[in-house]
């Protein structure tokens, strides 16, 4: 206690430089944690874009031919059908093991309605599956099992935002809904991973062949795997991919625009690399900028320590270790930069919670939007590692000045004015 108030008087004294040396270290930290949560933030607003699917799953698109093959000339448009479905399936089982597996076929701007009231949304054919994909979640109700698929039902999966436009606050589990002036039965709500897109309506993909789609073109074939987790395997899964499809389809395997392949594995794999880079250079501009607080606290203890220069000959005189000085310089030190510190780190995660409320209370169109920024808050991880570096610093910014302190003969120090 007695050091601990002789450090309180030390800082009473010498307000004004007590407070520029604080404020350098409140900044410091303040910035390095308010540029960890927008670096955060703009990964996670990055994520919603491109990973609203699982980050093992495969889509195949049809696309158009670029080379003439076997007779065929280029600017062939390729499509999915029905019976490429099957194929396909067993093929890639072959290469791969597969977890989830489900043609799509997709109607954009659809009209829903119920009673009086109608909404636009894009219908989804699928099969039972493909929520774990698109990381779906059943806030009520169900999602669509094998027995709607085998049975082509009509029944409809919608998103609260539906629910909201058609049924103006009551329950829609249950209730029957008109697509294309067909009833479909309501059996679930769900939430999904990316709330920045126009919410889709699910539907059986069976159902939607037999009503929707008599030419059985398909939109999208998606489908998740295992153990594909590095960038190698990843490549000959494409590869592989490719050459089935161009068997099937007839094109060059050669030709990548004939059919698209979005391979998530790689996408988020050397999204994974950008991003680490990216949070390693905010950490360089962030320590960079504490470091120049903690440089700040390291010449407040040398001038502190020539100050008290005469103190510590006498109580080296009267009997004083050199380990009970040195203690006495750190604790000091450590004292300055840990509270200034947590107080730069506690508005820096203030600061970054609060701007995440509001970007999550701000209204969101119906329609399909770009975020560039979610969420932009930090791990409790992150918090505990700049509190370390906080301790590391002022222990080192105490520790050469105290070192200082300590070789200093009495008699020297008695002499000092």
């Given at each position: 206690?007695e050091?601990?108030k002789?450090i309180?008087?030390a800082?009473r004294?010498?307000?004004?430089?007590?407070f520029?040396?604080?404020?350098?270290?409140v900044?410091g930290?303040?910035?390095?944690?308010?540029?960890l949560?927008a670096g955060?933030?703009?990964?996670n607003?990055?994520?919603s874009?491109?990973?609203?699917m699982a980050?093992?799953?495969v889509?195949?698109?049809?696309?158009?031919?670029t080379m003439?093959y076997?007779g065929?000339?280029?600017?062939?448009?390729l499509?999915?059908?029905?019976?490429d479905i099957?194929y396909?399936?067993?093929?890639?089982?072959r290469?791969a093991?597969?977890e989830?597996?489900?043609?799509?076929f997709?109607?954009?701007?659809?009209?829903?309605t119920?009673?009086?009231?109608n909404d636009?949304s894009?219908?989804c054919?699928?099969r039972?599956?493909y929520?774990?994909m698109r990381s779906?979640?059943i806030?009520?109700g169900?999602?669509?099992n094998?027995v709607?698929?085998?049975n082509?039902?009509?029944v409809?999966?919608?998103?609260p935002?539906?629910e909201?436009?058609?049924?103006?606050?009551?329950d829609?589990?249950?209730?029957?809904?008109n697509?294309n002036?067909?009833?479909f039965?309501?059996?679930?709500i769900?939430?999904?991973?990316s709330?920045s897109?126009r919410?889709?309506v699910?539907?059986?993909?069976?159902?939607?062949q037999?009503?929707f789609n008599?030419?059985?073109?398909?939109?999208d074939?998606s489908?998740?795997?295992a153990?594909?987790?590095t960038k190698?395997k990843?490549e000959a899964?494409?590869?592989?991919?490719r050459?089935?499809?161009?068997?099937r389809?007839?094109?060059d395997p050669n030709?990548?625009?004939a059919v698209w392949i979005r391979?998530?594995?790689?996408?988020s794999?050397?999204?994974a690399?950008?991003f680490?880079?990216i949070v390693f250079?905010?950490w360089?501009?962030g320590?960079?900028?504490?470091?120049?607080?903690?440089?700040?606290?390291g010449?407040?203890?040398l001038?502190t320590?020539?100050e008290?220069?005469?103190?510590?000959?006498?109580?080296?005189?009267l009997?004083?270790?050199?380990?009970?000085?040195?203690?006495?310089?750190?604790?000091?030190?450590?004292?300055i930069t840990v509270?200034f510190?947590y107080?730069?780190?506690?508005?820096?995660?203030?600061?970054?919670?609060?701007?995440?409320?509001?970007l999550?209370?701000?209204?969101k169109?119906?329609d399909?939007e770009?975020?560039?920024f979610?969420?932009p808050?930090?791990?409790?991880?992150?918090?505990?590692t700049?509190?370390?570096?906080?301790?590391?610093?002022g222990?080192?910014?105490?520790?050469?000045?105290?070192r200082?302190?300590?070789?200093?003969?009495?008699?020297?120090a008695?002499?000092?004015k």
């Open positions: 206690m050091t601990l002789e309180l008087d800082l004294a010498n307000r004004l430089r007590s520029l040396t604080g404020f350098a270290i900044w930290i303040f910035m390095l944690i308010l540029l949560a955060n933030g703009f990964k607003g990055m994520e874009n491109f990973f609203y980050k093992n799953t889509m195949l698109y049809p696309g158009r031919t003439p076997a065929f000339q280029k600017g062939r448009q499509n999915f059908k029905a019976e099957d396909m399936e067993m093929e890639i089982r290469i093991k597969v989830q597996y489900t043609p799509i997709n109607i954009w701007n659809d009209t829903l119920y009673k009086k009231e636009v894009s219908l054919g699928v039972p599956g929520e774990v779906l979640s806030e009520r169900r999602f669509l094998e709607d698929e085998r082509h039902n009509k409809v999966l919608i998103h935002k539906t909201k436009n058609l049924f103006k606050g009551e829609g589990v249950g209730k029957f809904i697509i002036n067909i009833p039965k309501v059996v679930g769900y939430t999904e991973k709330e897109w919410p889709d699910y539907i059986p993909f069976s159902t939607s037999m009503i008599p030419s059985g073109l398909i939109t074939i489908f998740s795997v153990g594909v987790d190698e990843s899964l494409q590869d592989q991919l050459q089935i499809l161009a068997r389809l007839n094109f030709d990548k625009e391979d998530n594995v790689s996408n794999m050397q999204s690399s950008i680490s880079a250079f905010i360089i501009i320590i960079g900028t504490l470091v120049a607080g903690i440089v700040g606290v010449n407040i203890m001038i320590i020539k008290r220069t005469k103190e510590f000959g006498i109580r080296k005189t009997g004083a270790t050199p380990a009970s000085i040195l203690k006495s310089v750190i604790f000091e030190s450590l004292i509270s510190g107080i730069g780190l506690f508005l820096g995660i203030v600061l970054s919670e609060t701007v995440s409320k509001v999550e209370s701000m209204p169109s119906g399909r770009f975020t560039t979610m969420n808050t930090i791990d409790l991880s992150i918090a505990i700049a509190l370390i570096i906080l301790v590391v610093a222990t080192l910014a105490g520790y050469i000045p105290a200082k302190a300590v070789k200093i003969k009495p008699i020297v008695l002499q000092a």
